[in-house]
């Protein structure tokens, strides 16, 4: 935008703005970071000052030890691994169908997308809650898995099929011409090009289930098969005895796995938004 | 989901092929048992867990059921709504999903339209404020959560502790106290969910021809005047969409004010989904929750219609 003629008192109230949005958007980052890094004794005084006065290594360590958090940290992984591979095994097909057979699939399709983003989840989990505790797999990691499946399901359908809507049918008319089988065409041609954004849609599954906190919260009892955000909001209840410096460095710790996919992502991220948002 | 093969969108999301050579039946036998193949595998999930869960939640709601495995699951009709809408707490709960909801959403319009605007702008140090606004949305709620509620911590939070340099003896509980616990939580939310909408907003301005707003410029139009004339109107669009969105997400939001607050003090903080989780799992009424859910997806229902038809009336200028 004609930025040629932006006058300097322009520009210097933009930087104003974006340095503003720097300290809104990253001091609550920075100081969680360094209040994983304070001692005890720091974090329960009225000491002010940002910075460790000495740095409290034993925070992360004393995460790790106790509070259960290398079990939970197991039981996210294992969880979200799991509905990361159900979710792009099952959806690779039925986003191909969505994506080339239009017409009504594809409006219905559309259509559970949208709304499955935008349901109150309370009116689901409830006979959800009653269904998985018939067959006894409420409380349990298989069926919290079998709920993220579903829900991790919509968005990945979503994404995969604009993935393939952007390869270029005359590829799959050119392997038909030569006789190929809907099988062999699909595995020769469209699956190497979908690699891509099948793996930037895995790592959306995978994030969304490693931050889940409402399923967990409502299905898991024992704390056993507690996920990292059950088991971290089970200390903030207890905020009393709990001690900040291991607290904090524990939720550093769970936020980690989540941040790198994004960084990954970050570019491919803003394109879907791109075209998601403006096209609608 | 249900609703959607009751009322199929009014969006022409497919636009019919060109009539296409008529096919034999046998050929159209073959393309549907093909179809078939494909999206079984995600049709049954989410039949078995998310369409049968949802219809029976509708339903729950005309019963008088509980979360006790005797609990008779009788046909009450209208009860539940009944005593709904004479609750005192619910109603009071869903005005502060209203309040919540509404000044959420307001405020991540303006906060993310104008962070789009500075990242649109060419200035430096973009780069580290566009990873600093993806960092919010990609964080457990539950951890944004915990790091909040460390710097509202009326002790050893930081933003206690700045007032302290000016007032010694300052100790505000702020998720705690009457009157500052909503609009402590509603910043919170801004903060998380600000930076999606900015992305947003900023992909709608890079949408927008540069010579669009050079042409008002030439013509002797103030940086202001541009804005409002040419970049809003051609950014309407996305802001009616991400805003019907961003209202529904926040009306249903849960975990991060959960963490939070719990919904209190007092009751200040109840966003509905927080009461109807409380009825269901804490006081074993899933028949009245469920009629909670069921007022909650009207409201759902209504903007999901204005959003449809913004999103019809967008496709039709196109």
Same mark, same amino acid.
């Given at each position: 935008? &004609?930025?040629? @003629?932006?006058?300097?008192?322009?520009?210097?109230?933009?930087?104003?703005?974006? &340095?503003?949005?720097?300290?809104?958007?990253?001091?609550?980052?920075?100081?969680?970071?360094?209040?994983?890094?304070? !001692?005890?004794?720091?974090?329960a005084s009225l000491d002010v000052w940002i910075f460790p006065r000495s740095l409290a290594w034993s925070n992360f360590s004393e995460a790790l030890a106790s509070q259960g958090i290398v079990r939970a940290t197991a039981n996210t992984a294992i969880v979200s691994l799991t509905t990361t591979l159900v979710v792009t095994v099952i959806a690779l097909p039925a986003a191909y169908a969505m994506a080339r057979f239009r017409g009504r699939l594809r409006l219905i399709g559309t259509g559970?997308? *949208?709304?499955?983003? +935008?349901?109150?989840?309370?009116?689901?989990?409830? /006979? *959800?809650?009653?269904?998985?505790?018939?067959?006894?797999?409420?409380?349990? *990691? +298989?069926?919290?898995? *079998?709920?993220? #499946?579903?829900?991790?399901?919509?968005?990945?359908?979503?994404?995969?099929?604009?993935? #393939?809507?952007?390869?270029?049918?005359?590829?799959?008319?050119?392997?038909?011409?030569?006789? &190929? !089988?809907?099988?062999?065409?699909?595995?020769?041609?469209?699956?190497?090009?979908?690699?891509?954004?099948? +793996?930037?849609?895995?790592?959306?599954?995978?994030? =969304?289930?490693?931050?889940?906190?409402?399923?967990?919260?409502? $299905?898991?009892q024992s704390p056993d098969n507690f996920t990292l955000s059950r088991s971290l909001a089970l200390f903030v209840g207890a905020e009393g005895q709990v001690r900040l410096g291991p607290l904090a460095a524990g939720a550093v710790l769970a936020s980690i796995p989540s941040l790198v996919f994004f960084a990954i992502l970050q570019r491919r991220l803003t394109g879907g938004l791109l075209s998601g948002a403006v096209k609608g | 989901m249900t609703t959607v093969t009751q009322t199929p969108p009014p969006v022409p999301l497919a636009p019919s092929a060109p009539a296409a050579p008529r096919r034999t039946s046998r050929m159209v036998v073959a393309r549907r048992k093909e179809v078939a193949a494909l999206v079984i595998p995600s049709l049954i999930p989410i039949l078995i867990f998310s369409v049968a869960p949802l219809l029976n939640g509708v339903y729950l709601a005309f019963t008088d059921a509980t979360l006790s495995r005797n609990s008779s699951n009788a046909f009450t009709g209208l009860g539940q709504f009944r005593k709904l809408f004479g609750d005192a707490l619910f109603l009071e709960s869903f005005k502060i999903g209203m309040i919540w909801a509404f000044s959420v959403t307001l405020l991540q319009l303006a906060a993310g339209l104008g962070l789009a605007l500075l990242l649109n702008a060419?200035? @430096?140090?973009?780069?580290?404020?566009? $990873?600093? &606004?993806?960092?919010? %949305?990609?964080?457990?709620?539950?951890?944004?959560?915990?790091? %909040?509620?460390?710097?509202?911590? /009326?002790? =050893?939070?930081?933003?206690?502790?700045?007032?302290?340099?000016?007032? /010694?003896?300052?100790? $505000?509980?702020?998720?705690?106290?009457?009157?500052?616990?909503?609009?402590?939580?509603?910043?919170?939310?801004? %903060?998380?969910?600000?930076?999606?909408?900015?992305?947003?907003?900023?992909?709608?301005?890079?949408?927008?021809?540069?010579?669009?707003?050079?042409?008002?410029?030439?013509?002797?139009? !103030?940086? %202001? !005047?541009?804005?409002?004339? +040419?970049?809003?109107?051609?950014?309407?669009?996305?802001i009616t969409s991400i805003t019907s969105l961003n209202f529904i997400w926040n009306f249903n939001?849960?975990?991060?004010?959960?963490?939070?607050?719990?919904?209190?003090?007092?009751?200040?903080?109840? $966003?509905?989904?927080?009461?109807?989780?409380?009825?269901?799992?804490?006081?074993?009424?899933?028949?009245?929750?469920?009629?909670?859910?069921? #007022?909650?997806?009207?409201v759902v229902v209504v903007l999901l219609m204005f959003y449809l038809w913004t999103q019809f009336r967008t496709e039709r200028e196109d």
């Open positions: 935008m &004609a930025l040629t @003629r932006t006058r300097p008192a322009t520009r210097g109230a933009q930087y104003v703005g974006l &340095a503003a949005y720097m300290v809104f958007l990253g001091f609550p980052l920075f100081y969680l970071l360094m209040a994983s890094l304070k !001692s005890t004794q720091q974090l559970y997308v *949208l709304v499955s983003q +935008v349901f109150p989840v309370i009116l689901i989990i409830i /006979p *959800l809650f009653l269904i998985l505790r018939t067959i006894n797999l409420n409380d349990s *990691l +298989v069926g919290l898995t *079998l709920v993220y #499946v579903t829900f991790c399901l919509p968005f990945a359908l979503w994404m995969l099929q604009g993935f #393939v809507a952007a390869i270029p049918v005359s590829l799959e008319e050119a392997a038909a011409m030569d006789g &190929a !089988s809907r099988l062999t065409m699909l595995r020769t041609v469209v699956f190497p090009l979908l690699v891509p954004g099948t +793996v930037a849609t895995a790592m959306f599954t995978f994030v =969304s289930a490693w931050n889940e906190f409402f399923f967990a919260l409502v $299905l898991l | 060419n200035l @430096r140090f973009q780069g580290v404020t566009r $990873l600093l &606004a993806l960092i919010p %949305w990609a964080m457990p709620p539950v951890v944004v959560a915990i790091m %909040w509620k460390m710097l509202y911590n /009326p002790n =050893s939070g930081p933003i206690n502790g700045a007032i302290r340099l000016f007032d /010694p003896g300052f100790a $505000l509980d702020w998720l705690g106290s009457f009157g500052t616990a909503l609009p402590a939580a509603i910043i919170v939310g801004v %903060w998380v969910g600000m930076p999606q909408t900015s992305i947003t907003l900023l992909a709608g301005l890079q949408q927008i021809p540069d010579e669009l707003v050079e042409a008002a410029e030439m013509d002797g139009a !103030s940086t %202001w !005047s541009s804005f409002v004339h +040419v970049t809003l109107p051609a950014l309407r669009p996305v939001s849960f975990g991060l004010v959960y963490v939070l607050t719990e919904g209190g003090p007092g009751g200040q903080t109840m $966003l509905p989904m927080l009461f109807a989780y409380n009825e269901a799992f804490k006081y074993r009424d899933i028949a009245y929750a469920a009629a909670m859910g069921n #007022v909650m997806v009207l």
